[in-house]
């Protein structure tokens, strides 16, 4: 046993799991170099056995495992039927490329729905070039993250003018030609539509790969993805890979989940070295119980120091986590903390129903070309002064001053998007007659609350606008236990009593003289 082993094996019992990060084993053996005077920091060890698939036995009775529990466990999904069915090779490769790319952070139940709109209203790679940027946002609305929508587009206009509508059919191909496809997504395409016997990585596979291998080094960090893309590379099956890569996808998605994930049912669990080492554990309880003598533990257990696979020292195996030891990332980044001011503009239309007004975002960044309603970022100095700063931000709109005091503070929307913690401060406004708008600024149009939803509007819009909506049931229905009198005046718009709504006609009128 070598020493560096020995003394991980020894503290292994005794150190706990850190919510830190360590530094990598690079980084490690560069800090002893420079302890010893400089010397140069050898390369690093490659990892044991234990992180690979070696043996082809093994890999061959893996495949065959996996792909047997597939044909009889799978989901039964559109973008797989298409797959299996669809005659035509560029058909085909879209179908597949269209539900890899809404499946990104997305989950497949919520998918589903808007696949199936997708599929029928642009059915072919030619129908979606055709399409406006406006129809896609709208289709695409509520589904997030909604570059994918315009980026998909995009390529298909590509393909269309410039490969003459000829899906490219290798992975290599794909990944270089197709704006918006990567690594996972090209492997995903040239093995489920084209057959090429390629891997694919994606959230699914990290987490199946890193319990099979106990892979306990940073799984989001460059080195360790290059070794789990060898990995999958080797495990691919060579007459199944598209099925192959599904079920290795399906298997994390329904069985080795991240959390309570469920062993007893897993098809591949005699190949997987978290698994076993639970196993083992309970084993060592047991005769503990019992008062037999544990055995030695193996020191392939306690794998750490120059392993570039393995935990760092300071965040050993957690037994009461079992197999969720695996895979470990890197601490998430807090998510930025933003507020923005936004005003419910409404006015009555000509058959009488309500009318908003919405306006459209900036073609890039967050969100880009989506419909919102007048909306103002603050800045932190700004948040105090959140009513004024919005006033003058809508005079600019309707181009005559708007009293601060006519807005109806509505109440706070939080909607947390992937990297933003975003409050939206919800004011509104009822308008009494027509508002000539600037047509230097954004575009905008005045829609029904059906013309709204209908709209390319993202989720946190639709957030704003119940918010308005409850806040008007609220209103108009009366206070339990009040009885207004008979021939009473009703308050609405442009009156002037405390903690009603002013209408834009009243709160721009001259004052009367007393």
């Known amino acids: 046993m070598r020493p560096a082993r020995a003394r991980a094996a020894a503290a292994a019992g005794t150190l706990r799991r850190s919510g830190g990060s360590a530094a990598p084993p690079q980084e490690r053996g560069r800090k002893r170099a420079s302890r010893r005077g400089g010397t140069p920091a050898a390369a690093p060890a490659s990892p044991p056995a234990r992180h690979l698939f070696s043996d082809p036995a093994e890999v061959e009775a893996l495949r065959g495992n996996l792909l047997a529990w597939y044909d009889r466990c799978k989901r039964d999904l559109p973008w797989r039927a298409l797959a299996v069915t669809e005659p035509d090779a560029d058909r085909r490769g879209y179908a597949v490329w269209v539900s890899e790319i809404m499946l990104q952070q997305t989950q497949v139940a919520t998918v589903i729905d808007y696949y199936n709109r997708w599929m029928q209203k642009w059915p072919t790679l030619q129908a979606l070039a055709q399409a406006s940027l406006e129809e896609v946002n709208e289709l695409w609305a509520g ?12 390529a298909a206009r590509k393909v269309v003018s410039e490969l003459a509508g000829r899906m490219p059919r290798t992975a290599e191909d794909l990944q270089k030609l197709l704006p918006g496809v990567g690594r996972y997504t090209a492997g995903a395409i040239a093995s489920i539509s084209y057959g090429q016997a390629t891997g694919v990585v994606d959230g699914n596979v990290i987490r199946v790969l890193c319990r099979l291998r106990c892979i306990g080094a940073d799984s989001s960090s460059p080195a360790v993805i290059d070794r789990l893309w060898d990995m999958a590379n080797v495990l691919v099956d060579r007459s199944r890979p598209g099925d192959f890569n599904q079920a290795l996808m399906e298997l994390g998605a329904t069985v080795c989940v991240p959390k309570a994930p469920l062993c007893g049912e897993c098809p591949v669990k005699q190949h997987c070295q978290a698994w076993r080492r639970v196993e083992k554990e309970l084993a060592f309880a047991s005769q503990k119980l019992f008062g037999k003598p544990s055995p030695v533990p193996d020191v392939e257990d306690y794998c750490v120091g120059d392993c570039p696979l393995c935990p760092p020292a300071t965040e050993p195996w957690d037994s009461s986590l079992g197999v969720t030891n695996f895979p ?7 998510p930025r903390v933003m507020r923005t001011a936004t ?6 239309g000509c058959h009488g129903a309500s009318e908003y007004l919405i306006v459209q975002r900036p073609s890039s960044g967050l969100l880009a070309g989506l419909w919102e309603f007048p909306s103002l970022p603050l800045a932190q100095d700004l948040q105090e002064k959140e009513r004024e700063e919005l006033a003058h931000h809508l005079q600019a709109w309707m181009g005559r001053p708007v009293a601060a005091k006519g807005l109806q503070f509505i109440g706070e929307v939080v909607h947390i998007f992937s990297h933003i913690h975003q409050t939206y401060v919800v004011y509104s406004l009822r308008l009494d007659g027509d508002v000539t708008l600037d047509p230097a600024l954004s575009p905008s149009r005045w829609v029904t609350e059906d013309e709204f939803h209908a709209s390319a509007v993202s989720t946190a819009m639709k957030k704003v606008l119940k918010a308005h909506e409850k806040q008007r049931r609220k209103e ?3 206070v339990k236990g009040s009885k207004r009198k008979r021939g009473a005046k009703a308050q609405g718009a442009g009156s002037t009593c405390p903690g009603t709504q002013l209408s834009l006609r009243a709160f721009l009128r001259a004052p009367t003289a007393p």
């Open 343 to 348: 005003c419910v503009l409404e006015r009555r």
């Open 328 to 334: 470990r990332k890197a601490a998430k980044k807090p």
């Open 476 to 478: 108009s229905s009366p």
């Open 143 to 154: 589904l997030g993250y909604y570059s994918r929508g315009k980026r998909l587009q995009e």
